[in-house]
């Protein structure tokens, strides 16, 4: 079965620079949620989107945009980055009708801040 | 607000020992729901059991088991006969069912287990 699909899997960006993680959702799933996990750190939320409008908002930097597009992938785009940036980034999607039953993670992508 | 709190930072068993992870939540909503996932050095995030607030039944599924007690705000975990494979961090999380925070995950500080052989 098809999961969500992240890319890339590991970035090594230098301090000031910009990034784009992409993350594509399972098929026919409407929703994407961002998750930022530090070293030794628990997952935070981000940001999600629903329909490609944005859902939900939580502590995500303002040096930070994310959006959806019309084939329901998201991008999280990140500049001016710091060394505080470097983290696990997740990606969950789900339907959002079934949110609460089903929502699946994908691999992550292993952000390095130097 | 919702809160998770996983009070054990480090566990540390030796094989075929049973071993109890404890999760305490906290939330004003009367429908929620509660998760495990596993997080194995490679990183990726295991999904193991959702419960939601209406269902209390404790739940078995090979060597693990879920005791969820609403009376306590608890989603205990429990791996009995542990094996090095489950060496991991265990996160517990929450969500409600709000319109706006729809499907957020309130992820607990996890709790990291090691199963020596």
């Known amino acids: 079965a098809a999961g969500v699909i992240q890319s890339p899997r590991h970035l090594i960006k230098e301090k000031r620079e910009t990034a784009t993680l992409k993350c594509y959702p399972i098929?026919?799933?409407?929703?994407v949620y961002w998750y930022q996990q530090g070293p030794g750190q628990d997952p935070q939320f981000l940001i999600s989107f629903y329909e490609k409008m944005q859902s939900d908002k939580g502590s995500i930097p303002d040096r930070f945009s994310a959006q959806q597009f019309s084939d329901y992938h998201s991008e999280l785009n990140m500049s001016s980055l710091e060394l505080g940036d470097s983290a696990l980034y997740f990606c969950?999607?789900?339907?959002?009708?079934?949110?609460?039953?089903?929502?699946?993670f994908g691999p992550g992508t292993r952000l390095t801040v130097t | 607000a919702q809160k998770v709190t996983q009070a054990q930072t480090e566990i540390s068993v030796v094989e075929k020992e049973d071993v109890t992870l404890d999760c305490v939540y906290e939330?004003?909503?009367?429908?929620?729901?509660l998760f495990w996932y596993k997080q194995p050095p490679s990183g990726e995030l295991v999904f193991l059991i959702r419960?939601?607030?209406?269902?209390?039944q404790n739940e078995i599924s090979g060597r693990y088991s879920w005791n969820f007690q609403k009376s306590t705000s608890s989603f205990n975990f429990t791996i009995t006969a542990s094996q090095v494979v489950d060496s991991a961090v265990y996160f517990c999380?929450?969500?409600?069912?709000?319109?706006?925070?729809?499907?957020?995950?309130?992820f607990g500080r996890g709790t990291q287990l090691t199963v020596w052989p």
């Open positions: 969950a999607s789900s339907l959002r009708a079934r949110v609460q039953n089903e929502q699946y």
């Open positions: 999380a929450l969500s409600n069912d709000r319109g706006s925070t729809l499907g957020r995950l309130y």
């Open positions: 939330t004003r909503d009367t429908t929620y729901y």
């Open positions: 098929p026919r799933h409407d929703t």
């Open positions: 419960r939601n607030s209406f269902d209390e």
